[in-house]
């Protein structure tokens, strides 16, 4: 049976992926409310939200997702039946350098959302998780029950997360789903991640920078498909479960690189170097989405009309993210 939820707590909201979840169904489900609680971290910004700022059953609230007095009440006081966690640290750069804000917002973070849906009876649970959680993949297709192998302060992180969410569905019965996605990309995007971090050092007169030999591969899923398919995962997905969203863009990181110098009208050789390499760094993320597209979903949008808009994004919107842009 379809779900139909009432009062939505998103979490993460002004981030990336949260604020095109919320821009595109919040004008969808006008009868839905969504409570956008974001405690505006340093790629967090309301700009993003501006579509929707002022639809009546939108709300944001400036909060921690650590702060247990602050999530109780907003479930008390808005009657919240359905949390969906899109809050978390994820550039792994920065988690070699600084793992503990990624323990202390992806695990204990989770954990505290966990306890209070616990404790309100929350009728759906959407935790949001990454590829990585499956370590480095070779030639066969990870599938959600394959063994999780993280390799990284941040995929250890999600990980670990997830294995709470999944204790709490086996230990107190809470209705949960997991959701796995490849790397998402897309407007909005802030410059840390590889796309928009090579159109943005190609625009301030510097050189793409590569990892190590630049052979590893990423596939690559526009942001609106998973939105799409966190769409029908919160109506039609079942509890307990957990979706692969996986994309067929599959490319490695150097002809990544070549592209967007080649559609900046950059020579590609005079504007790539290489750099020390990652202390480890994932080869592939390769998995299988075959539970979501039973559900009805399937990828839309062609990575390389994706990539141009992002691109074009990127150019018009230089300067986006500043320090006043929330």
Excluded at 4 to 28: D, W, Y
Excluded at 52 to 76: A, M, P, Q
Excluded at 91 to 119: P, R, W
Excluded at 196 to 223: A, C
């Amino acid at each position: 049976m379809d779900y139909t939820p009432k009062n939505i707590l998103l979490c993460g909201g002004a981030g990336f992926i949260g604020s095109h979840v919320l821009n595109i169904l919040v004008k969808k489900y006008p009868s839905y409310r969504f409570y956008n609680l974001d405690k505006l971290d340093y790629c967090a910004s309301l700009k993003r939200l501006e579509p929707i700022k002022e639809c009546s059953n939108y709300n944001f609230i400036h909060g921690d997702i650590c702060s247990t007095d602050l999530v109780n009440h907003i479930i008390r006081e808005h009657e919240i039946d359905t949390i969906i966690n899109y809050a978390a640290q994820t550039h792994v750069d920065n988690s070699f350098g600084n793992s503990l804000t990624f323990t202390q917002n992806n695990i204990v973070g989770t954990h505290n959302l966990l306890e209070c849906a616990k404790k309100n009876h929350i009728k759906r649970f959407i935790h949001i998780s990454t590829d990585e959680v499956y370590g480095s993949i070779g030639d066969i297709a990870a599938h959600e029950g394959t063994i999780l192998d993280p390799t990284n302060p941040y995929s250890a992180s999600k990980a670990a997360a997830e294995m709470l969410v999944r204790s709490y569905a086996h230990s107190f019965n809470l209705p949960i789903i997991i959701t796995r996605s490849n790397n998402i990309y897309g407007p909005n995007q802030f410059p840390e991640k590889i796309i928009p971090k090579f159109v943005d050092q190609l625009l301030d007169g510097r050189k793409i920078t590569i990892h190590g030999n630049g052979q590893n591969q990423r596939s690559f899923l526009h942001v609106e498909d998973v939105v799409r398919a966190f769409d029908i995962i919160l109506h039609k997905g079942s509890l307990s479960t957990v979706y692969n969203i996986g994309s067929n863009n599959e490319i490695k990181n150097i002809d990544l690189a070549r592209k967007i110098a080649k559609h900046l009208n950059m020579e590609p050789s005079e504007n790539i170097e290489y750099v020390e390499d990652r202390c480890f760094n994932d080869h592939r993320y390769f998995i299988s989405s075959e539970a979501v597209k039973n559900l009805g979903w399937k990828e839309e949008i062609a990575f390389e009309d994706g990539l141009v808009e992002t691109i074009n994004w990127c150019v018009k919107n230089q300067g986006f993210f500043t320090s006043d842009s929330t």
